[in-house]
T-cell receptor, first 111, second 111 residues
Framework: RKEVEQDPGPFNVPEGATVAFNCTYS??????FFWYRQDCRKEPKLLMS???SGNEDGRFTAQLNRASQYISLLIRDSKLSDSATYLC????????????FGAGTRLFVKA | NAGVTQTPKFRVLKTGQSMTLLCAQD?????MYWYRQDPGMGLRLIHY???????AKGEVPDGYNVSRLKKQNFLLGLESAAPSQTSVYFC??????????FGPGTRLTVT
């Protein structure tokens, strides 16, 4: 089992739709969580952190469920410019430095 | 500020050749990282550094060496390139372990 797993998609949604992605992690000792966005043939960029209490930034909401070991990203009112790959990142745990990137979920927003 | 820069952007090597990838950051970050990204897989950590003069192995260090002689630079070396090292290489830096800032990437093909 991979340490961090994401549905690769692609998710194809119309403009204005609400879409949600989940990311599961296997290490219960993981300490911090993030969502990154990666455009085609570009570098990943930090989208938002994921806090235990949840985190909202405009149309984006991130949630953490420690009991079930997953994080989620909700995008409301999707825009064409939201088309990208979304990477979840899990930090921490035992065994030294641990930063694990998920393989990403591809999102296509269509007009 | 340029942020994180990488040189070269593209490179084609023949099996057995050597090369060095250069990463530079102007944000005075302590932490620097080298990742590789392959299709269908998440970013995988090759080596990282927690400060000038220090380096450590990540998840996939075999076949690579690194040096951090200056705080702003992190070099990744391939002594004898193999086709399995064909990948996109990303450098990143961060003030703390979290919130990594990535360079634009180097696309390396080994034939």
């Amino acid at each position: 089992r991979k340490e961090v797993e994401q549905d690769p998609g692609p998710f194809n949604v119309p403009e204005g739709a609400t879409v949600a992605f989940n990311c599961t992690y296997s290490n219960s000792a993981s300490q911090s969580f993030f969502w990154y966005r990666q455009d085609c043939r570009k570098e990943p960029k930090l989208l938002m952190s994921v806090y235990s209490s949840g985190n909202e930034d405009g149309r984006f909401t991130a949630q953490l469920n420690r009991a079930s070991q997953y994080i989620s990203l909700l995008i409301r009112d999707s825009k064409l410019s939201d088309s990208a790959t979304y990477l979840c990142v899990v930090n921490g745990g035992t065994g030294g430095f641990k930063t694990i990137f998920g393989a990403g979920t591809r999102l296509f927003v269509k007009a | 500020n340029a942020g994180v820069t990488q040189t070269p952007k593209f490179r084609v090597l023949k099996t057995g050749q050597s090369m060095t990838l250069l990463c530079a950051q102007d944000m005075n970050h302590e932490y620097m990282y080298w990742y590789r990204q392959d299709p269908g897989m998440g970013l995988r950590l090759i080596h990282y550094s927690v400060g000038e003069g220090t380096t450590a192995k990540g998840e996939v260090p075999d076949g690579y060496n690194v040096s951090r002689l200056k705080k702003q630079n992190f070099l990744l070396g391939l002594e004898s390139a193999a086709p399995s090292q064909t990948s996109v290489y990303f450098c990143a830096s961060s003030l703390r372990v979290y919130e990594q800032y990535f360079g634009p990437g180097t696309r390396l093909t080994v034939t």
